[in-house]
């Protein structure tokens, strides 16, 4: 073959391609390698391809790209007749973990002598505001003519009628009525025939009173007899609850200015708290001064309170009463689920319905164990009160008296209450049967003797809320200028400590110690608009017993 002739210029080549890395043309001959004749189509517009993305540099756009088709491609190839197992990890409180943190504790706590028994150092600086004294004053002047009568239908327990009672007197004061002793409605709960003056002085409430609101025991019989002696048929007031005392000077006074008597049924919580002085006066005349248990209950009752101090001789006669509710009746009502296991769920639910009967099995109903203890409103059990208490400085050789019904499978529940505070006491354990013959029939007269004792303890828990505790914390501020000297747990955080089994003692003990000292700060609180004046008596039934402080006060203010 032959060349044409040189010129003398060698003809330039073409320019070389830009070198590439080592892996990439490793690439390229691999590919080259694999385009043979025998390739399929797709096997080579693929090759071409991913050439071209490589010969680009844009692999690292398309990656994620690549990633999730090679998942695809993964996942169409697996089994998935395995389902993963989702484990439910209950939310922190929700949950009855009590026994086993005592379990865990016991040996720690028996072992602990770090402090003095908190019966002496509880009430460290109760009266920071100085102290208060009771003040409500008796009118001097005659009653002017009644304008009529008013008859109630107090309805509830002991406390619940309590209220009933204050605020009619109330009513009947402002109104210029003349009130009829309260007639007490029975209910099968409480499953209680007493009358007024089974639990209260009668001849002692009516002189009381009778210088501020006029009381009778009975309408008389002329004005019955327009009725025709029947109770029933007098117009009766069905009052909403909290209704303001303008309602009753404005919708009652008319009518019964027109009937001359007039009924209230059922009647309990059917005044405002946020009432003017005239109407708060007369309620706290009525509470804390009017109503006094009758001579049979303050005769056991101071017999009991006697005896108790009797048995704290150890602590200088200062006890601690405990205001359990543990009876059937709440566990099963409070909806909570405690450590009974399948039997529990079948005796709460069964006794649901024999009190509630269909409440709480309606439709659309829908009950939440676990929020209810977050929440904080579980009934403390017997365990969950002793850690408590032994937390909060108690030892054992602290006198307790336990306010209470008949505490559900007391047996298994009661037990390691017992352990850890061994002089513990109830009315039952304080007075024989013979002494208690006479009131054992009665859950309002029991009531009342519990109301006793722990009124004059040096120290109320209360556990539960409701309207014994209510009461008693108004009364206790009462009587001990101004303090209530009442143990009010926080059981939101209460649920949190006690569901978590690896806390240690000392941890447990300073936060429960944090607590007290909450409940001390507490103890003497001044009335808001809409707080229970049953509760928080100061400053309209009670004054400063120090009026230089008191001046102090208001010109440091």
Excluded at 440 to 450: F, G, L, W
Aim: glycine letters at 6%; aromatic letters at 10%; hydrophobic letters at 35%.
């Amino acid at each position: 073959m032959h060349r044409l002739p040189s010129s003398g210029h060698s003809t330039p080549s073409s320019p070389q391609s830009p070198v590439r890395s080592p892996r990439l043309r490793q690439g390229r001959s691999k590919a080259g390698k694999f385009s043979s004749g025998g390739n399929s189509l797709a096997q080579r517009l693929s090759l071409m391809l991913l050439s071209v993305l490589l010969r680009r540099q844009g692999v690292f756009l398309f990656a994620p790209l690549i990633y999730i088709s090679g998942m695809l491609l993964y996942m169409g190839t697996a089994s998935f007749d395995v389902v993963p197992i989702i484990r439910h990890r209950p939310a922190p409180g929700s949950v009855y973990r009590s026994p086993q943190l005592y379990a865990n504790l016991r040996r720690d706590m028996d072992s602990d002598n770090s402090s003095t028994d908190a019966i002496f150092t509880i009430w460290k600086s109760p009266y920071r505001g100085g102290e208060w004294k009771p003040c409500v004053n008796r009118s001097s002047e005659e009653l002017s003519e009644s304008i009529g009568y008013i008859y109630v239908d107090a309805n509830g327990g002991l406390n619940q009628q309590r209220t009933s009672i204050c605020n009619a007197v109330a009513v009947a004061g402002y109104l210029n009525a003349t009130l009829v002793i309260p007639n007490f409605h029975y209910h099968s709960i409480w499953k209680d025939h007493s009358k007024f003056r089974d639990i209260y002085d009668e001849e002692y409430f009516i002189d009381t009173l009778k210088n501020d609101v006029r009381v009778v025991d009975k309408i008389p019989e002329f004005l019955m007899e327009r009725f025709g002696s029947n109770m029933t048929n007098v117009h009766n007031f069905r009052i909403k609850a909290w209704s303001s005392i303008q309602y009753y000077r404005d919708v009652v006074l008319p009518k019964l200015l027109e009937e001359k008597v007039i009924r209230f049924s059922p009647y309990a919580n059917r005044l405002s708290f946020d009432a003017p002085p005239v109407v708060q006066r007369l309620r706290c005349l009525a509470n804390y001064e009017a109503l006094r248990f009758s001579r049979p209950i303050l005769t056991i009752g101071e017999s009991l309170v006697k005896r108790m101090r009797e048995h704290s001789a150890i602590n200088g006669g200062k006890y601690v009463s405990v205001h359990l509710r543990f009876e059937e009746d709440m566990v099963a009502f409070s909806c909570c689920v405690f450590d009974g296991g399948r039997p529990e769920e079948q005796n709460m639910s069964a006794a649901r319905e024999r009190g509630w009967r269909g409440k709480f099995t309606k439709a659309g109903r829908v009950i939440r164990p676990g929020a209810i203890r977050i929440n904080g409103k579980c009934p403390l059990s017997p365990t969950e009160v002793g850690l408590m208490l032994r937390g909060m400085g108690f030892t054992k050789n602290t006198s307790i008296f336990l306010a209470s019904g008949r505490i559900y499978n007391a047996e298994k529940t009661m037990a390691p209450l017992l352990q850890m505070f061994p002089n513990l006491h109830t009315k039952e354990t304080l007075a024989s049967e013979e002494e208690l013959a006479q009131f054992k029939s009665y859950s309002s007269r029991m009531a009342a003797i519990d109301y006793t004792v722990c009124l004059h303890s040096e120290v109320f828990v209360t556990t539960q809320g409701g309207n014994f505790p209510h009461f008693l914390l108004g009364h206790r501020r009462h009587l001990y200028g101004g303090h209530a000297k009442t143990i009010k747990p926080d059981k939101r955080k209460l649920v949190l400590l006690f569901d978590n089994p690896n806390i240690g003692w000392k941890s447990l003990k300073r936060q429960l110690l944090n607590m007290r000292s909450h409940s001390d700060s507490k103890g003497v609180e001044l009335k808001r608009p809409n707080d229970s004046i049953y509760s928080f008596p100061c400053p309209d039934c009670m004054c400063r017993a120090n009026k230089t402080a008191d001046s102090k006060s208001k010109s440091a203010a």
